[in-house]
């Protein structure tokens, strides 16, 4: 469907495509990228680490809603700390949630690759990672309303194959596996494991990392005061019994430490107990590739919603803005976001940076804009709540203010953790955080012109 206003998209998507997207967006965490933390912090510090950073999740989502449906915005964090703090605000903010919906397809895209190259090793997963940004930046041009429906598809598929999963593992669940060493390799507690769990937040956040991206489809939900909280709320406790199901059962099986510095652990937890020719493992690696296509796909979606926002407020180029004429989605965005996720699939100097593996540090470099936006966010909410009493909140923060408090807390807890245990990544993220603030200082006259009244901040921000 043609968008009427160039630079407005369109409500389509009910509450079902929402909660699809909240899911969606996450659910390739289930699939990879936690079981990293196995290494640092073992399995039982690993699952520690876990709920301490879920219930971090669980209060910041009842937070945000607040947010999202008082400020229904294409550029989600953005355009609640513009208006909460300013355009400095705004900035960092919008940096921080670009870093995070750009970086984190990459590492997607590699295991999408490290999946099918399970079935056929002779493939490059590289190219099949390329390959899968091109055909799914298409879906995502095509139409929202396509995408968000597609997305719910594949969401629920790849719920189902979690659940699978869980089923076919759980009669050779051991405890005595799962707790084999598994207080940062040592074989009971003590407080040489304590650095290890700090070390593996990044993969616990992966559990759960961009269910904040439905904020960025606020624009095109129908009635998004209803629809957003349901999705949140509904997303949240869904992705909090999967990952849980997901880590405990893979962790028991068999040696967990062969886990734990790979791209697929849930076809090699399977393999262990079914043999590697078994129906039951080749079904897990196609249905399992819906639960990494899910979050590659609607973290797309997240990515060029948040760079067409910053793009018509100024932020960014301005050409960034434009919607296409025919399917009303901001297609540029989706380009401009897959050249930058396609070249870090190639920056193998990654590899180098504190000695872990390229999707490491990728998702490492995701979660360190996560957490910075996790934190704009939250001081926003209070900054709002100060300066603007009147603002409608159709659904206030639940327990104002310890829940916002302690997600703030906890948030602040994991960015200083991740930057002493990862000061390479993190001096990278500074870096190409200075240089776009640069670029902020020189756009001032621009800002000014494509000023929106859903953005103006009180008076005496900056």
């Not at 909280?229 to 869904?238: D, E, F, M, Q, V």
């Not at 090699?268 to 107990?273: E, F, N, P, T």
């Not at 245990?421 to 240089?435: E, R, T, Y």
Request: a neutral charge.
């Amino acid at each position: 469907m043609a968008s009427p206003n160039p630079g407005q998209l369109q409500p389509t998507l009910n509450a079902w495509h929402l909660w699809g997207l909240a899911v969606g967006l996450v659910i390739s965490g289930e699939y990879f990228g936690w079981s990293f933390g196995w290494a640092s912090a073992g399995t039982l510090g690993f699952l520690v680490t876990t709920l301490v950073v879920a219930a971090m999740y669980t209060s910041f989502i009842f937070s945000f809603t607040e947010l999202t449906t008082a400020i229904p915005h294409a550029g989600g964090p953005f355009a609640y700390a513009a208006r909460g703090l300013g355009p400095t605000g705004g900035f960092i903010a919008g940096f921080a949630t670009l870093v995070e919906f750009v970086f984190a397809p990459p590492a997607i895209a590699l295991a999408i690759g490290a999946y099918l190259n399970v079935q056929y090793p002779s493939l490059d997963p590289k190219m099949m990672a390329v390959g899968a940004y091109i055909v799914f930046m298409a879906l995502n041009i095509v139409g929202v309303r396509t995408a968000a429906t597609f997305e719910l598809c594949v969401t629920v598929l790849a719920i189902f194959e979690l659940l699978v999963f869980m089923g076919v593992v759980a009669p050779s669940f051991s405890v005595a596996n799962f707790a084999a060493k598994g207080w940062a390799g040592a074989d009971s507690f003590s407080s040489a494991a304590i650095p290890g769990m700090f070390a593996a937040i990044p993969f616990a956040i992966w559990f759960f990392l961009a269910i904040e991206g439905v904020a960025m489809a606020a624009e095109e939900a129908k009635d998004p005061q209803r629809t957003i909280p349901r999705a949140y709320i509904g997303g949240i406790l869904t992705l909090l019994v999967l990952a849980i199901g997901v880590m405990v059962f893979a962790g028991g099986v068999g040696d967990w430490t062969t886990l734990s510095n790979i791209n697929d652990p849930l076809p090699q937890a399977m393999k262990a107990v079914v043999g590697e020719n078994s129906t039951w493992l080749h079904m897990l690696v196609w249905i399992g590739l819906f639960g990494l296509v899910a979050s590659f796909h609607g973290i797309i979606l997240g990515y060029s919603r948040q760079i067409f926002a910053l793009a018509r407020a100024g932020y960014l180029p301005g050409w960034l803005a434009v919607v296409h004429p025919r399917f009303g989605t901001p297609w540029r965005a989706v380009l401009a976001g897959g050249v930058v996720g396609i070249a870090a699939i190639f920056s193998d100097s990654f590899i180098t940076l504190g000695g872990q593996t390229l999707t490491a540090n990728i998702v490492t470099m995701s979660v360190l804009g996560a957490i910075v936006m996790y934190i704009m966010s939250m001081l926003s909410l209070f900054a709002l709540r100060r300066r603007e009493p009147a603002l409608v909140r159709p659904f206030p923060a639940i327990g104002y203010p310890f829940l916002p408090a302690l997600a703030l807390v906890l948030a602040v807890m994991c960015l200083v953790t991740m930057v002493w245990f990862n000061p390479l990544v993190s001096g990278l993220f500074l870096g190409i955080m200075a240089v776009a603030y640069g670029y902020f200082l020189l756009t001032a006259a621009r800002r000014a012109e494509a000023a929106s009244p859903v953005l103006a901040a009180p008076a005496g921000t900056v």
